[in-house]
């Protein structure tokens, strides 16, 4: 049960966590967005860092599977992804495009030891590139990360040496957990 400013954590391997993470992604949708409100998920990340390639992934995934539905934008893929250098632009068109939308941001992160390979799913704002010390504005009405790799005294070469398996793993949770309640066939 998700409470006001929670963060929860799911950890795929766990028989429940996909059981778990839709449960309490859909309650917090339920209590957050409003029906009238367009959805907006931006996925962030970049495809040339192997432990920031999680969002483009889960963008790239989305994407194919959810062209059908006229409720749900979803921006940054593998083509087209949404990262440092062009978030601010991002916003910008998401404001000029969307009347008041209620927006899912999706990145990777660093995490404790003990958390790596885990998701989290928080009511709050995503705070992009802390974890690198990028100074980004902050995004989402909810944020979801997947917690790539250790923190360390050099993040940056954690985020470049980041094992893929552990990326694909929690990028195939993320969109397989969103892709039902955001993505109506």
Known sequence: MLFSNTISYYY???VQAFYEF???FRTL????RKKTQPLVIVCIGTDRATGDCLGPLVGQYLQNHCLSSTDCTIYGCLSNPVHAQNLHETIKKIETSHEQPFIIAIDACLGCREHVGYITLSPLPLFPGQGVSKDLPPIGN???TG???HTSHSNEEMIQNTRLQIVVELASFISSGIEHLCCPY
């Open 12 to 14: 795929p391997p766990d």
């Open 22 to 24: 839709q449960n309490d």
């Open 29 to 32: 949708m339920e209590k957050r």
């Open 142 to 144: 909810i944020s979801i």
């Open 147 to 149: 917690i790539v790799n």
